[in-house]
């Protein structure tokens, strides 16, 4: 098994691609910590399950107001029970996976949502190492946690998946996964 911080970073250059909210600039000067977590945090959610009698948990992150919501494969993939909470406290008892990447461990989820809070992606070309990064997520089920730290590099998949992911030391712990990074 790969190392939660690995499985995060692929996850983050790959569905995240730089999260880039409206109104927050790339520029660190103007990195302004509490105004992104008041902006991407309606859309960030918990995922809770159960697999083989042990509780997994996840992060993922509304991408349509319609209720797909993009994590982390190895959050969803060996649940044979589980829902999602949002930020709201709102409670869905189930989801279906609608497409995923084994390769680049992304999933695609949907729940019977609408008019959902979302979280806006951006593009990964943009980042730069030394950059300011923001993660948000749920570690050991606490929702709506939030690290900061740098872009510390950008590199080949050190698995050999023929992708780049971005490294990062802002801090993650197992719930973390599958949850969005703004910046990274």
């Keep these: 098994m790969r ?3 690995l499985l995060t970073t692929a996850f983050l250059t ?3 691609q730089a999260i880039q909210t409206h109104g927050f600039p790339q520029a660190a000067s103007q990195f302004d910590s509490a105004q992104i977590t008041k ?10 399950g159960t697999a083989n009698s042990d509780e997994v948990l996840g992060t993922g992150f509304i991408i349509s107001s319609d209720g ?6 190895h ?8 829902g999602v909470q949002l930020a709201s406290g709102e409670i869905f008892d189930s989801f279906s996976i609608v497409v995923f990447d084994a390769r680049k461990d992304i999933a695609i989820i949907k729940i019977p949502g609408f008019d959902l809070p979302t979280v806006v992606l951006g593009n990964s070309n943009n980042v730069q190492v030394g950059e300011p990064v923001l993660a948000m997520g749920s570690p050991l089920g606490l929702q709506g946690t939030v ?5 510390s590099s950008m590199r080949d998949d050190p ?8 490294q990062t030391d802002a801090s993650v712990n197992p719930g973390n996964s599958g949850g969005p990074c703004r910046g990274c």
């Design 159 to 166: 698995a050999g998946g023929g992708f780049k992911v971005l």
């Design 14 to 16: 790959f569905v995240i």
């Design 3 to 5: 190392c939660v911080t």
């Design 75 to 82: 959050v969803v993939e060996s649940l044979t029970t589980g």
């Design 68 to 73: 797909r919501i993009a994590t982390n494969l």
């Design 147 to 151: 690290t900061t730290g740098v872009v």
């Design 39 to 48: 902006k991407i945090a309606p859309g960030v959610v918990l995922i809770k």
